[in-house]
């Protein structure tokens, strides 16, 4: 990145829509060889940057929906996990253990469309994914076009979501704890971050809330809300949370018409 210099690049078998790199818990990559790309046919790809001709692995997903979400962690064991997500909830590949297929985390088959993951640095023990309400189709043509066109209009409010925390129980599965409603996009992957805080602090959930045009954060897990931070006129279309070397925490959100960053303080 100093010099603007492209010094490896791999042709994708399809559009790519995420990557992810392992990082530990001051935002620095550990195991940085291994890189991971989620496409739109719902591949994930391991790639190895000492290998320089094709992916390491390439495995399939359990459904074909663009996997626009992903965090690479360790868990306590020290094995790699990979937990992604797609429209059908969000998934966890042991990408250590040569599994080829991912696993649906339990408790979020019927939650409705997966539109935001957000993992707690540095293990993701825990996990808050964002779900906005499916929309039923009948099964012939005409009902169908019936069911498009009474759809509702996107609104500047958005629709009554849902935020899941999950916990994980052990290194590939996890439970589903406590649920809350939220404003999401009818049509955006949104973004989401919880932000670890230290000592007896409850973590934090930061989420673009799209009635706010605006972060809005709850303390985990009890989901009570904390927060609500300085609106946009626009939209919110990124998120993230960052920590430097330093420990100074850090929570930045886009939107088309600004970016600001927030300082993180643990009380």
């Not at 993951?117 to 994914?129: E, F, I």
């Not at 649920?179 to 973590?203: F, W, Y």
Request: aromatic content about 6%; hydrophobic content about 35%.
């Amino acid at each position: 990145m100093i010099t603007n210099n492209v010094v490896l690049q791999y042709d994708l078998p399809a559009p790519g829509w995420s990557c992810s790199g392992v990082q530990n818990g001051a935002g620095h990559m550990c195991g940085a060889s291994h890189i991971y790309a989620g496409l739109q046919n719902g591949m994930l790809l391991v790639f190895d940057t000492r290998q320089t001709k094709a992916p390491l692995h390439s495995l399939m997903g359990l459904s074909t929906h663009p996997v626009h979400t992903i965090h690479a962690v360790v868990d306590c064991s020290g094995s790699t996990k990979v937990i992604s997500a797609s429209s059908i909830g969000p998934c966890i590949w042991d990408v250590d253990g040569g599994e080829n297929r991912p696993n649906l985390l339990t408790g979020t088959e019927n939650q409705g469309v997966c539109i935001s993951l957000a993992c707690a640095p540095p293990s993701s023990d825990l996990v808050v994914a964002t779900f906005r309400p499916k929309v039923e189709l009948s099964g012939d043509g005409t009902s169908s076009q019936v069911a498009i066109s009474q759809s509702p209009t996107l609104s500047s409010s958005g629709k009554l979501g849902s935020h899941a925390l999950m916990r994980r129980t052990s290194s590939t599965s996890f439970v589903k704890e406590q649920v809350c409603n939220g404003s999401v996009s009818e049509l955006r992957m949104s973004k989401s971050a919880i932000i670890p805080c230290s000592g007896n602090s409850q973590h934090l959930f930061a989420y673009g809330d799209e009635s706010l045009h605006g972060v809005r954060t709850w303390q985990l897990p009890s989901f009570q809300s904390f927060a609500d931070l300085m609106p946009h006129r626009r939209p919110i279309l990124d998120l993230r949370f960052a920590e430097s070397s330093g420990g100074e925490k850090y929570l930045g959100c886009l939107s088309e018409e600004k970016l600001q960053v927030f300082k993180v303080i643990d009380h």
